[in-house]
């Protein structure tokens, strides 16, 4: 479920969202680092909560494309890559896209919220632990989608995502937290229609 064996060509006719979402992610940081459009994507793609208070809504959404370094992009990319074929061939293109954006946006919604208005963040850190609570749901209510070892992959994985998020500096920690509770709370309308397994 978590080891990817398909080669490129595979991957990309198999998941075609999180292709989608992967070739933007290294797009924007490419243009956010090479060339004269550099700044102006740093500065109108923040997650800027004074800017959100002044109407500019989009940076509820940019942030969840936008990363600050190439270890930043490639660590969400890879996390996205590994963790969210299972969720696209489980819940299907469309509710798989609106599980992701989703608890992003939700998580940058609860930054706006809980934090002061000086705070700034970039990143798809919050759309990628919604994917772990996507994951706690099914866990918790259609175990028979996690296999045994996969159930302790994804537990270890997601208690040392916790662990860093507390400890690593500069993490938009409620971003983080209100990330994974967004995908368990969109998880039960997202997999309501998906049939049991027997």
Do not use: C
């Not at 963790?83 to 819940?91: D, H, M, S």
């Not at 967004?182 to 049991?196: I, K, W």
Request: net charge positive; glycine share 10%; hydrophobic share 55%.
């Amino acid at each position: 479920m978590f080891v990817r064996e398909e080669n490129f060509k595979t991957f990309l006719r198999l998941y075609p969202v999180i292709s989608i979402i992967t070739a933007v992610h290294l797009i924007v940081f490419l243009l956010a680092n090479l060339g004269p459009q550099a700044d102006f994507i740093y500065y109108y793609f923040t997650g800027s909560n004074y800017f959100i208070s002044q109407g500019e809504y989009w940076r509820l959404f940019t942030p969840i494309i936008t990363h600050v370094s190439l270890s930043h992009v490639l660590f969400n990319t890879f996390s996205l890559v590994i963790f969210g074929p299972a969720l696209e061939r489980i819940l299907g293109k469309g509710k798989f896209m609106i599980g992701y954006l989703g608890a992003g946006i939700i998580a940058d919604i609860a930054t706006y919220f809980l934090l002061p208005l000086n705070y700034a963040h970039i990143g798809a850190s919050g759309a990628i632990f919604g994917l772990f609570g996507i994951y706690l749901y099914i866990l918790y209510a259609r175990k028979e989608y996690l296999g045994r070892a996969n159930k302790q992959i994804l537990i270890v994985v997601l208690v040392f995502s916790l662990i860093t998020t507390f400890t690593t500096p500069g993490i938009n920690i409620l971003g983080h937290l209100f990330g994974l509770i967004a995908g368990a709370a969109l998880a039960p309308v997202l997999m309501a229609f998906v049939p049991r397994r027997r």
